[in-house]
């Protein structure tokens, strides 16, 4: 699958009772197709089997420092170097001092200590452990290091306590190491991006817009993050959360998001635009509501800028990246929208499949022809998108 970056993962497990959620997570890991190697912890042996974990992950499991089946005696050295990543989940109180202090004596901790890759941990405890002083200054130590920390939670715990400590789900967690595993082919890079519809005013309560989601902008803006981007998303207006460290500009109109684009554009390398901007405004809004009456009513529409083109043909435009939604000849139209606007790249979609749904079917065009993104969400066609970009920048600037 293009779009999701398969590696080599060590997944430890730490003494907790959310380590029955360990289990979930690795099959959730292995179904996104990286291949884990599970290490345990004596206590964690008390709460789920390696039995379990073995026959789940189809490789034995190691608990032991002394296992003499690594080679040389060497399971904290070599286990490290095949791993793109170390995920320790739940990793507990315990584990987490343990990591902080750099104290390396069972087999996980010293694989931890020994890695030469990052580490991810995802913290379940009591919730007076996870606020005991000395566990946030542990956080805050491993964060300073470099660790990722995932989590935790608020809700109810096993003890019956409720409060900050819960692991988080097995599902989210996948999500988040499959982010943190994105290559960082953006790094450095500036990408503007607009997304979700525009609300054209006709008086003071009513409007015309249409039925984008903005959820394609927005996977977008949350795959170039995880790429390493530094992220400006200018949106109209939308129920989504703004991908985390994005900045969001928070635009109604298309003249508002004409304007946002264009006192950014100037320091932008990249250009998408996802938005689906009202062609037409109406022309003298009324103030306050138009009152019903028997007679028609009559709307002047004028033609709203095109955002897009007036960027694509600047003098020294980024580098530019349309969306066609078109209802039928997808690949004429699409081709015919992309030489007019001039842009190195368009993306062609079917708009009676793409609009409000989770998942999408792209076609890339460019100088080169047309790529086909087959059948995914939306996330991962986000990723696939900007692998393309990526590869294409640099010939193009
Ligand atoms: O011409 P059409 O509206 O189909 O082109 C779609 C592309 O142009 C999308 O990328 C959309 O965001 C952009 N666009 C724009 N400003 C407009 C109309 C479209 O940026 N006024």
Redesign the pocket.
């Given at each position: 699958m293009r779009g999701m970056k398969k590696s080599n993962l060590v997944l430890g497990i730490t003494g907790g009772i959310a380590a029955y959620k360990s289990a979930e997570l690795l099959r959730l890991l292995m179904k996104q197709g990286h291949s884990v190697q599970v290490a345990m912890t004596d206590a964690a042996c008390h709460f789920i089997t390696p039995t379990t974990l073995q026959g789940l992950s189809g490789q034995p499991v190691f608990t032991d420092q002394w296992d003499a089946r690594a080679p040389n005696n060497m399971a904290h050295i070599n286990l490290s170097r095949a791993a793109a990543a170390i995920v320790i989940a739940p990793a507990s109180a315990d584990f987490i001092a343990k990591l902080a202090n750099g104290l390396a004596d069972d087999l996980l901790s010293t694989l931890c200590l020994a890695r030469n890759c990052p580490l991810l941990i995802a913290p379940a405890m009591n919730r007076e452990m996870w606020q005991n002083p000395a566990t946030q200054r542990n956080i805050a130590q491993l964060i300073a290091d470099g660790v990722q920390v995932m989590g935790p939670d608020a809700g109810m715990q096993a003890c019956g306590e409720e409060g900050m400590g819960r692991m988080l789900e097995a599902a989210q967690l996948a999500e988040l190491i499959t982010a943190a595993l994105q290559p960082k082919l953006l790094a450095g890079k500036r990408i503007l991006i607009?997304a979700g519809p525009t609300y054209e005013p006709i008086d003071a309560v009513r409007g015309i817009t249409n039925r984008s989601s903005g959820k394609m902008g927005y996977a977008i803006a949350k795959a170039a993050r995880e790429m390493g981007a530094e992220v400006r998303l200018v949106s109209g207006p939308t129920s989504l959360a703004a991908p985390e460290g994005a900045q969001r500009v928070n635009v109604q109109s298309?003249a508002e998001?004409?304007q946002a684009v264009m006192q950014s554009v100037a320091d932008c390398d990249i250009f998408i635009?996802?938005?689906?901007?009202?062609?037409y405004r109406v022309a003298q809004p009324a103030e306050q509501k138009i009152k019903k009456s028997d007679a028609s009513l009559t709307l002047e529409l004028v033609p709203?800028?095109?955002?897009?083109?007036q960027?694509a043909s600047l003098p020294n435009p980024p580098f530019c990246?349309?969306?066609?939604?078109?209802s039928e000849k997808l690949a004429e139209y699409a081709e015919q929208?992309r030489r007019a606007?001039r842009l190195p790249l368009?993306v062609g979609n079917l708009a009676q499949q793409a609009i409000g749904s989770d998942d999408n079917e792209l076609v890339l065009f460019d100088d080169a022809g047309a790529h086909p993104l087959p059948h995914a969400d939306k996330l991962t066609l986000a990723r696939q998108l900007l692998e393309h970009v990526a590869q294409r920048y640099p010939a193009a600037k």
């Open positions: 607009t298309a998001m004409y635009a996802v938005a689906a901007v009202a062609d709203n800028p095109d955002i897009l083109a960027v990246v349309g969306f066609a939604a078109e929208k606007k368009l």
